[in-house]
């Protein structure tokens, strides 16, 4: 692995944070900060890059910024859309662009479905209380 340089400013109670942390743990303030960074933006594995990227810039966002993201992403009208061509796959054999307009939808309704699992449990882990309707449901099972 590659190491690189950052020169990094950072306001001095967090500083001595760090040098608290390395103290203790008998490390130096490089490696708790590297450990810490690594904490905050750890590696998503098996998941698309751009997807892992923006899963992992969530723990920088602010609490607002969260509950925002932890809102449904994925339309009344694309839910809509794909339960009919669900209903449609077990009636008959999909057209190629069924097929591919099927997969985008899922796509993006896993997409949806992560960004807002990471959201809440990123709040919860700052202590908020997370509502028990902010579960996501899947499309096609649920009281439709």
Known sequence: MTISTVP??????????LKRAADLTHRSVEEIAAASLEAVLPPAPNL???????????????????WAAAAPS???SEEQ??????????????????????SSLIAAYRRSVLRR???????AQRGHHIPATASPQTPGHGDN
Not at 48 to 66: G, Q
Not at 117 to 123: P, Q
């Open 74 to 76: 994925f339309s009344p």
């Open 48 to 66: 698309p890059p751009d997807i892992a990227d923006e899963l992992a810039a969530m723990y920088l966002f602010s609490d607002e910024a969260l």
């Open 8 to 17: 990094v400013q950072l306001p001095e109670p967090l500083v001595e944070r």
């Open 81 to 102: 859309r794909l339960d009919q061509l669900n209903s449609a796959a077990g009636q008959r054999e999909l057209t190629a662009a069924e097929e591919a307009e099927q």
């Open 117 to 123: 699992a990471k959201a809440l449990a990123i709040l």
